[in-house]
């Protein structure tokens, strides 16, 4: 359905686009067909429409994600054509998942603007790698070229490192969006982005939108419950249920330097990853009380997040694969006594799509010669237009 956006979205470009991301937990290559219509006489509030056409989860071929977790877990490539052949493989899948998502909305290539592609993170060191940390970085792999090849669509890429190159974190990139689809007069709003890392936007009623990095949503405990149950997930929470919270390995867990950072900041699971599990436990735990203890962990440091930083939130809007953890949103509800705790689709806004929306639109930023970044947000120095665009084959 259509979503009037409640402030600018970007000058007049029209049209489809077609936003594509695979996110930290690497569960699947989320497509979204985007319409963007500017203000019009059809619209009197002089206000922009996003209508989502179609969004689709495509899976990845099993072990190709394999080697993306394991990259995501910190293990080294092997060797520079195993980096350049994953470049390849993984242009190759947002290619098909493409090309699918068009066939079944029954939309030829040349009637889309552009794609917008994420791509696949492989690491994200917004302040410097661990060899001298001096010269900050993020990879996000999948060959836009490639991308345009095989489709025929202007395919913009590369979002982050223009922002990170500008001194900022390269995250979170999609305030803006949040801002223009989510935002009301009358109250503050924080949008809650669970995937595998968790990001709030802030969205208050005075004042600058402001978003973060809050931690592990479920790039934690996806890859607990894969490694003890064969699951890529854990549907329903029922594992977590299974177990209970471990007082002192929440405590050890909870003293992890990073959670004190202010913003701006950014993670992911170059951060938290089995391994920062492993180093805290003491090997007595259960592993359905460790999926409870992280199910926990990930609650009290979202909580303790908005509490720092927008104490005044009266409505927070989840979206992410997240909203589908139950015991996840009910136990952020727990902590957040004083806000509305809800999903994205509760004001006409697909919660599983966001993020693949928010790449249609960065696409349509980069196309118009327009910045995709808030410096207040990311840290960056000023705003930018961010990605390359590989023209149409």
Not at 321 to 344: K, Q, Y
Not at 364 to 384: F, I, K, M
Not at 386 to 392: D, T
């Amino acid at each position: 359905m259509p979503v009037s956006a409640a402030g600018p979205l970007g000058p007049p470009v029209d049209g489809l686009f077609v936003g594509l991301i695979s996110g930290t937990s690497a569960d699947g290559i989320d497509a979204a067909l985007v319409r963007f219509e500017r203000a019009s006489q059809a619209h009197p509030q002089g206000r922009a429409t996003v209508e989502l056409l179609l969004g689709r989860t495509y899976a990845w071929d099993d072990a190709l994600r394999a080697r993306l977790v394991a990259l995501g877990q910190g293990s080294d490539a092997q060797s520079l054509d195993e980096l350049g052949t994953l470049d390849v493989q993984i242009a190759d899948a947002f290619a098909d998942a493409t090309l699918r998502l068009l066939d079944e909305a029954g939309v030829p290539p040349g009637d889309v603007r552009a794609i917008g592609s994420h791509g696949q993170t492989v690491r994200h060191r917004p302040e410097g790698a661990r060899f001298d940390g001096r010269h900050p970085f993020t990879w996000q792999m999948g060959d836009g070229g490639l991308i345009a090849e095989r489709t025929g669509i202007a395919t913009a890429c590369d979002f982050r490192r223009r922002d990170v190159a500008a001194g900022g974190h390269g995250a979170p990139l999609l305030p803006a969006l949040h801002a223009a689809l989510l935002a009301d007069a009358d109250e503050d709003r924080a949008v809650l982005n669970l995937g595998g890392i968790a990001n709030f936007t802030l969205l208050p009623t005075e004042g600058p939108v402001r978003g973060f990095d809050t931690g592990p949503a479920n790039c934690l405990l996806d890859a607990w419950c894969l490694r003890h149950t064969g699951a890529a997930y854990d549907a329903g929470a029922a594992f977590a249920a299974q177990g209970g919270v471990d007082a002192e390995l929440l405590a050890r867990l909870l003293d992890e330097p990073w959670f004190m950072l202010p913003p701006p900041k950014s993670t992911g699971r170059e951060q938290f990853h089995l391994r920062w599990v492993e180093r805290r436990l003491d090997g007595e735990e259960s592993p359905a009380d460790v999926q409870a203890t992280l199910l926990e962990l990930s609650a009290i440091t979202i909580a303790d997040a908005l509490r720092a930083h927008q104490p005044t939130t009266r409505r927070v809007l989840a979206c992410g694969g997240g909203v589908h953890n139950p015991r996840l949103l009910e136990r952020i509800a727990a902590h957040l006594p004083e806000a509305t705790v809800e999903s994205t689709a509760r004001h006409g806004v697909d919660p599983d799509f966001v993020e693949a929306m928010g790449f249609a639109w960065l696409a349509r930023q980069t196309v118009s010669g327009l910045p995709g970044n808030l410096p207040g947000v990311t840290g960056a120095r000023a705003p930018r237009v961010l990605g390359v665009v590989h023209p149409a084959a």
